[in-house]
């Protein structure tokens, strides 16, 4: 019991000089980052005395005091530290720090011990905020030596024995840097690897589509020419039976002109017959008999020659040219139904689209 009352009454002076370094090291701190590299300046307010670090230290979990109480020893721990010590106790309740037994399971809070943990808390982190990147722990302010498998992280030999810490794998960080580096250089190499490959089939993929698509261009050309060939012989087809259809045009448009001239001379010769025959017919008796047999001789010599009809002489050109007309038709409909079904053999679906093709690689 007397050293626990010798811890509280050096409490107060502990807490007295805790308050007074920290002011001071806080106006230092200041100076120095207005006159020093800021790394520099903050380095100033990191280094705290181990003794006063260690007043501000559970024993138990080896941190800064959370809601710290004291025992009836004198000695302080975090609530949760003591209260899970003393959990499973129904009587005798010893000191994790000394080990002296009680028989009741007591303790009070320690608000000088929290202010003074909350002050030495602040007063390390506000200058440590790269120092990790220097290698000292952020919590101990010890160098980081060692490296913990499970949490990904380097510590300190304090951190090492702490409860977080106590039951993961630790090694030395030399000892973890080999491991790590040999795993990053089998999976860089294994990378690049498969870089290589990809641009190798990248390369590879490109000259057969460049190909492909030079194919493809010149098999248009040969469409565009076979199609074009196409419509020049179905053009001179064409040409060549509209030539013929006006040339029967034109040969009974000749056809009548002739057949009506011939026509209308026959048509004014008994028009002439008839106008004798009309005034000699209403003459009187005496001059009717004069010449009469002469005009009746000179009519009965008057044969009308009628010309062949232009659709009996023509009509057997316009039904052999109307059979072209239908054969056409049919050769045009077999030459369709032939061409679709030969373009279209061992292909459903010419047409492709994009979304038919895989658009990406299988990890």
């Known amino acids: 019991m007397g050293e626990g009352k010798d811890c509280k009454r050096g409490l107060g002076s502990t807490y007295t000089y805790a308050v007074t370094y920290g002011l001071r090291q806080l106006s230092l701190s200041h100076s120095l980052h207005s006159s020093v590299h800021p790394g520099e300046g903050a380095m100033a307010a990191v280094f705290l005395p181990g003794n006063l670090q260690d007043e501000a230290t ?19 721990f975090c609530r949760a ?19 002296e037994v009680f028989q009741h399971k007591s303790f009070r809070p320690n608000r000088q011990l929290a202010n003074m943990s909350e002050i030495i808390s602040q007063f390390t982190t506000r200058g440590v905020k790269g120092s990790e990147e220097d290698g000292f722990c952020e919590k101990h302010r010890e160098a980081l030596k060692l490296y913990c498998k499970d949490d990904q992280k380097t510590i300190c030999v304090v951190c090492d024995r702490s409860r977080e810490h106590r039951p993961h794998t630790v090694v030395p960080i030399d000892e973890a840097a080999e491991e790590y580096k040999g795993q990053v250089q089998s999976r860089l190499d294994n990378l690049k690897k ?21 194919t493809i261009e010149i098999e248009r050309q040969k469409l565009f020419s076979e199609f074009e060939a196409l419509r020049q012989f179905l053009h001179d087809q064409e040409h060549l039976l509209l030539g013929q259809l006006e040339k029967m045009e034109k040969g009974i448009s000749k056809r009548q002109n002739e057949n ?9 010769l008994l028009n002439k017959l008839i106008a004798e025959l009309e005034e000699k017919i209403q003459q009187p008796v005496l001059e009717l008999l004069k010449d009469v047999m002469s005009i009746v001789s000179r009519s009965n010599d008057v044969k009308c020659q009628k010309p062949v009809p232009v659709c009996t002489d023509m009509k057997n050109h316009v039904c052999n040219f109307s059979l072209k007309t239908v054969i056409l038709e049919k050769v045009l409909k077999k030459f369709k139904e032939n061409l679709r079904d030969e373009l279209g053999k061992g292909e459903k679906d010419p047409v492709w689209s994009v979304q038919d093709s895989n658009d990406g690689f299988s990890s």
Do not use: Y
């Not at 138990?60 to 000695?75: A, N, R, W, Y």
């Not at 003393?86 to 720090?97: A, I, R, S």
């Not at 641009?199 to 030079?214: A, G, H, P, R």
């Open 58 to 76: 559970c024993s138990v979990c080896l941190e800064f005091f959370k809601d710290p109480v004291s025992i009836e020893c004198g000695h302080n």
């Open 81 to 99: 530290c003591i209260a899970k010590s003393w959990k499973e106790l129904e009587m005798d309740f010893p000191c994790p720090q000394c080990r």
């Open 194 to 214: 498969e870089r290589q490959e990809l641009l190798e089939f990248k390369s590879n993929d490109d000259k057969k589509t460049q190909d492909l698509l030079k």
């Open 260 to 268: 009506i001239t011939e026509l209308s001379k026959e048509i004014s």
